[in-house]
C-alpha cells in the first residue's frame, strides 16, 4: 500500500519533471528561462544537502563550499581547456575530492554534530574571504585569473566535445534540468539501496550499527562525497546560468539560505528540499525587489519560526496530516461497515432464537 | 578463543577494571556478575572495543583486538548486545533484524536469515511494527534477534534481561540456551534468578578484579562472594 | 631586532584578538555545549552600541566598558528568555535558531542603520614608540585588556559561588540539577554573561575594524574555529587553543600573507580536531577551567 504510493509519488515527480524540462523553453520569456535555470541549480544544492543531512544525518553548514567550488572549478577547467565538456567532469571531481579529503578528518576523528557543522560553515566562511583577495593578477591557475571579489567570466557550455558551439540559455536549461532529474533519482535509488538504508540506520542509532558491524566513518564519508559531488555538479549549472562566479557563494547568507531551504522543506525527503529552494527562491527575489521588509529579517524568522513550531519541515507535515485524514475516513468507513455486520449478526443470533 | 591479559581501564583517578585475566573456552557459556560498580560493564566495553583500555590486551581467536574499531571486532562474527535496548526506533521490526543480517552477507540470504530468526524468535506478529511502538522487553527480544540474525560464533551480552517480564525472562533464557549450541557466550547480568536458569561457569567481578571463578552452586556458597554481592542484595 | 619586537608584538595581539573574539562563545559552550551561531551578531551589537554612543556624546570609556556589555548583555538574557530555553537539549534545533537569530540581527540593524559603513571613531590612542619602533597603543592596550579578561573570569570561577555553581554545571550538568542547581538559571545567566563578554569584545574591536551590520561574519569563523580546537574548558581552551592558532597564523601572515594565514588556521583546527576531537582540553588538562 504505502509502496505503490510512493512509486505513484515518484512517477508524479517525474512527469511534473518532464513537463516543465520541455514547456518552460517554449512558454517563457528568455529572462524568466535563465532564472529558472538558476533556480534549478540551487535546488540541486538543496537536494545534495537534503540527503547528507535528511538521510545521512550529517550537520553540514557548510554544503555552500562544494557548490562553490564546483563552479569554480568548471570556470577555471573551462577556460583552461578552452571547452566544457571534461571541464564539468573536473568540477564535479574537485568538488567530491574536497568533500571526501574533509570527510576523512571530521568522520576519522569521530567529531559530534557541532564540530562537524561550525568545521563546514568555517571552511566556507574562509574560502569566502580568501577567494575574495585574490584579486591581484598573480593569483591565477593557468590562464584563468581568480579575479577576487570580482570572480571570474564563467564560459558557457559547448556541445559535447566540440568546442565552436555554445549552447543557448534555453539549452543551458534543458541540461540543468536533466541535470536536477538525474541527481534526484539517483538520490531516489541511493535512499533504497543496502548503502541507504545502512546510513539511514547510522542516522537513527549510530552505536548499534557499529556494533553490528558497519564501518561508520566510511558509510558517512561516502554519503558526503555523493553530497559534494552533487552539491558541485549545481555550482556548474548556477554558474553557467549566472555566466559569472563570485566569492559571494561562499558567503554567509548563501549557507544559510541552503539550511533554509532544507529545513522549510523537510528532512528526511528529497523532494522537499528542492520544492524549499524552488519557493524561496522566488520569494526572495520578489522580497529584493520591494524594500518593505529586509530580507534578512524576514529569512531569520522564517528559521527562528520552523524550529520552533515545523520542525520537521512542510513536505513530512502536509504527507502526515493528508495519512491521518485519510486513516481517520478510512476508520469512519471500517466503523461503519462493522455497526452494519453488527447488526446482521444481531438479526441471525435473533432467528436463531 | 576469548583472552585478556592484564586488562586495566582507569578513568581519571578511578580504576574500574584492574589488571584482569581472564579466558574463555570454545562453546563456554560464561556469566559475569558483581555488584554495581564491580567494572563489569567497563569490562565489556573493553572486550567489544567501545573502549580502548588502558593497559592490557584482549585476544579473540589468537587476534589481538586490542585497539580496533568496535565494528571490526563485530566483523569478526562477535554479536554484541548492550545494556539498554540499542534499536532502530525509527524502522520496523524486520528492518532491523535485515540490517543486522545483511552485514555479512548477500541481500538474498539475508532475507531468508531475516525470516527465520523471526520465526524463532516468534516476532511475526509485530513483524511491520516499529521499533519505538513496541514495549521494553520486546524490544530487548528484538535486539537479540539482531545479534542472532549476524549468525555470530561468539555472542557477548549486557544485562539481557533488565526490564523484562517474568516470562520474558524465562523465554530469554531459553533463547540463550539455544544460542549457546551453535555459539560461545559471554552473559552479563545481576539477576541471579536468572543466571541460576542458564548458568554453569560464573566468574564474579568485585571492585575492578575477579574475585573468584567456579560452577555456579560453588560460587554462591563461597563466603566472600555472599558479603560483597548475595549480601549485598539481601540488604538492598 | 626590531622587526623581531614587532612580529612578536603582532602575534601576542593576534593571539588577544582571537582571547576576545572568542571568550564570549567558549562561555556558552564550556556550559551548555552548544556554539551560539548569533556571536558574530553580538559583537556587532556591542561596536554598534559603542558608535552610536559615543556620536551622542557618551563618554568613549564608559561606552565601551559599561553600555556594551550592558546592553548586548540584556539582549543576550531576552533571547535566552524568549527563544533558547525553549530548545534545551535539543542540540541542533539551537544551533538553528541562533543561525535564524543572527539572520534576523543583521536584518533588523540594516533596517536602522543602512547596509554602509557607520560612522568610524578614532583609537583613543595615537601610536605610542618604544626605542626605534613605534606601535599602534591602541593594539598594546587591547592586549592588556585582554589578559584582564582572562584573569577576572580565572577569579569569578575559581573564588566565587557564582564560579563554583558553574564549574559543578560545566562538569555534569545533571548532577549539579540534581543537587539543587537550578540549571535554568545557570543557563539563562551563562549566555547572559557570554553575550555580555561579546559585546564588551565588539565594542573594544570597533575602533578599529569599523562597524557594519554584517561586520560578524569577519570575527565568527575565527572564534569558531578557536573555541571548537580549544574544547568546553572555557579559559584554559580558549587560552590554549588561541596562542596556538594565533601564533601559526601570525607567522604564516608574515612568511606568505594574510590571506594564507587565515588557510592556515583552518587547516591545522581540522588536524587539532583529528588528533583530539573533543579540542585540546578533551585532550589535556581535562580538570582546568
Not at chain 1, 514547456?23 to 535555470?37: D, G, K, N, R
Not at chain 1, 486513516?327 to 447488526?343: E, Y
Not at chain 3, 578614532?122 to 591602541?138: K, L, N, R, V
Request: glycine share 12%.
Amino acid at each position: 500500500m504505502k509502496r505503490t504510493r510512493e512509486t505513484n509519488a515518484l512517477v508524479s515527480i517525474g512527469i511534473v519533471g518532464l513537463v516543465v524540462l520541455f514547456a518552460a523553453p517554449q512558454s517563457l520569456e528568455l529572462f524568466a528561462v535563465i532564472s529558472l535555470t538558476t533556480a534549478v541549480s540551487l535546488a540541486i544544492l538543496a537536494l545534495s544537502l537534503g540527503l547528507i543531512w535528511g538521510y545521512g544525518g550529517i550537520l553540514c553548514f557548510g554544503q555552500t563550499a562544494f557548490f562553490g567550488i564546483g563552479a569554480y572549478a568548471y570556470a577555471i577547467a573551462a577556460l583552461n581547456f578552452g571547452g566544457s565538456s571534461s571541464a564539468i567532469l573536473v568540477a564535479i571531481l574537485v568538488a567530491a575530492a574536497v568533500a571526501a579529503i574533509l570527510g576523512y578528518f571530521m568522520f576519522y576523528g569521530r567529531l559530534s554534530d557541532v564540530y562537524l557543522a561550525v568545521i563546514t560553515l568555517t571552511l566556507t566562511l574562509i574560502l569566502y574571504s580568501v577567494i575574495r583577495r585574490t584579486s591581484g593578477p598573480e593569483y591565477k591557475i593557468g590562464i584563468a585569473k581568480l579575479g577576487g571579489f570580482n570572480g571570474i567570466n564563467v564560459p558557457p557550455i559547448n556541445y559535447p566535445w566540440d568546442s565552436n558551439h555554445f549552447l543557448f540559455p534555453e539549452q543551458v536549461f534543458y541540461v540543468a534540468m536533466v541535470a536536477l532529474l538525474g541527481s534526484y533519482f539517483l538520490c531516489v535509488w541511493l535512499t533504497k539501496s543496502h548503502f541507504g538504508r545502512v546510513s539511514m540506520s547510522i542516522r537513527e542509532n549510530e552505536v548499534r550499527t557499529e556494533l553490528l558491524g558497519y564501518d561508520v566513518r566510511l558509510y558517512k564519508l561516502c554519503m558526503f562525497t555523493v553530497g559534494g559531488a552533487i552539491a558541485g555538479l549545481g555550482g556548474i549549472m548556477f554558474a553557467n546560468s549566472i555566466g559569472r562566479i563570485t566569492p559571494d557563494v561562499f558567503n554567509l547568507y548563501n549557507a544559510a539560505l541552503a539550511i533554509i531551504w532544507v529545513i522549510i522543506g523537510g528532512r528526511g525527503t528529497l523532494i522537499g528540499p528542492i520544492f524549499g529552494a524552488l519557493v524561496l527562491f522566488y520569494l526572495t527575489s520578489f522580497l529584493g525587489q520591494q524594500s518593505v521588509v529586509n530580507i534578512n529579517l524576514f529569512l531569520g524568522l522564517v528559521l527562528i519560526i520552523f524550529v520552533l513550531v515545523v520542525p520537521r519541515g512542510i513536505v513530512p507535515s502536509v504527507v502526515q496530516m493528508w495519512d491521518r485524514r485519510r486513516s481517520r475516513r478510512m476508520t469512519a468507513r471500517s466503523a461503519r461497515k462493522f455497526r452494519r455486520r453488527g447488526r446482521t449478526r444481531v438479526k441471525e443470533g435473533g432467528l436463531e432464537e | 578463543m576469548l583472552e585478556t591479559r592484564g586488562l586495566s581501564m582507569h578513568f581519571g583517578g578511578v580504576v574500574a577494571v584492574d589488571r584482569v585475566d581472564f579466558s574463555l573456552r570454545e562453546n563456554e557459556l560464561r556469566c559475569l556478575i558483581g555488584p554495581n560498580g564491580a567494572g563489569k560493564s567497563t569490562f565489556f566495553k573493553c572486550l567489544t572495543a567501545q573502549l580502548r583500555p588502558t593497559a592490557g590486551d584482549v585476544v579473540i581467536r589468537d587476534f589481538n583486538v586490542t585497539g580496533s574499531e568496535s565494528h571490526q571486532v563485530a566483523r569478526m562474527g562477535v554479536g554484541i548486545k548492550t545494556q539498554v535496548p540499542n534499536v532502530f526506533d525509527g524502522l520496523d521490526v524486520e528492518e532491523n533484524i535485515w540490517l543486522s543480517a545483511s552485514q555479512s552477507t548477500s541481500v538474498k540470504r539475508a532475507r531468508v536469515i531475516t525470516t527465520e530468526v523471526i520465526d524463532r524468535l516468534e516476532l511475526g506478529d509485530v513483524r511491520k511494527t516499529q521499533l519505538g511502538s513496541l514495549a521494553h522487553g520486546q524490544r530487548q527480544l528484538v535486539e537479540l534477534g539482531m545479534v542472532l540474525a549476524g549468525e555470530p560464533w561468539l555472542v557477548i551480552l549486557d544485562e539481557p534481561t533488565a526490564g523484562m517480564t517474568q516470562d520474558e525472562v524465562v523465554r530469554t533464557a531459553e533463547i540463550i540456551q539455544e544460542i549457546n549450541r551453535s555459539a560461545t557466550m559471554i552473559v552479563v547480568e545481576h539477576d541471579m534468578q536468572f543466571i541460576r536458569m542458564i548458568a554453569r561457569k560464573v566468574t564474579v567481578f568485585h571492585q575492578g578484579r575477579i574475585l573468584i571463578e567456579g560452577a555456579m552452586d560453588e560460587v554462591s556458597s563461597d563466603e566472600r562472594v555472599r558479603e560483597v554481592y548475595l549480601g549485598q542484595r539481601k540488604s538492598a | 631586532m626590531d622587526l623581531v619586537a614587532a612580529l612578536a608584538l603582532q602575534i601576542v595581539y593576534g593571539i588577544a584578538n582571537l582571547v576576545l573574539i572568542s571568550i564570549g562563545l567558549a562561555v556558552i559552550f564550556g556550559m551548555m555545549r552548544v556554539i551560539n551561531l548569533a556571536h558574530g551578531e553580538f559583537l556587532m551589537l556591542g561596536g554598534y552600541t559603542v558608535i552610536v554612543a559615543t556620536n551622542g556624546g557618551v563618554n568613549i570609556w564608559i561606552a565601551m566598558f559599561i553600555l556594551a556589555p550592558l546592553i548586548v548583555g540584556i539582549i543576550g538574557l531576552i533571547v535566552e528568555w524568549v527563544l533558547i530555553r525553549f530548545l534545551y537539549g535539543r542540540m541542533v534545533d539551537t544551533l538553528l535558531a541562533t543561525w535564524g537569530l543572527s539572520l534576523f540581527f543583521i536584518g533588523l540593524v540594516t533596517s536602522i542603520f543602512g547596509a554602509q559603513t557607520a560612522t568610524t571613531i578614532a583609537p583613543p590612542f595615537g601610536p605610542i614608540t618604544i626605542g626605534e619602533f613605534s606601535s599602534s597603543g591602541y593594539e598594546l592596550f587591547l592586549i592588556l585588556v585582554a589578559i584582564l579578561l582572562v584573569g577576572m573570569l580565572y577569579f569569578l570561577l575559581r573564588y566565587t559561588k557564582l564560579g563554583l555553581v558553574a564549574r559543578g554545571t560545566m562538569q555534569a550538568a545533571d548532577m549539579a540539577a540534581a543537587l539543587g542547581v537550578s540549571t535554568q538559571r545557570v543557563y539563562s545567566t551563562t549566555f547572559g554573561i557570554g553575550a555580555a563578554l561579546s559585546g564588551l569584545a565588539g565594542g573594544l574591536l570597533a575602533p578599529i575594524t569599523g562597524i557594519l551590520p554584517t561586520i560578524g561574519a569577519i570575527y565568527i569563523g575565527k572564534a569558531f574555529i578557536t573555541v571548537i580546537s580549544g574544547g568546553t574548558a572555557i579559559l584554559a581552551g580558549t587560552a590554549s587553543a588561541s596562542i596556538l592558532l594565533g601564533g601559526i597564523n601570525g607567522i604564516v601572515s608574515f612568511v606568505i600573507g594574510p590571506t594564507m594565514g587565515e588557510v592556515a588556521l583552518l587547516l591545522l583546527a581540522i588536524f587539532l580536531l583529528r588528533l583530539m576531537p573533543r579540542g585540546i582540553t578533551g585532550r589535556f588538562f581535562k580538570r582546568s577551567l
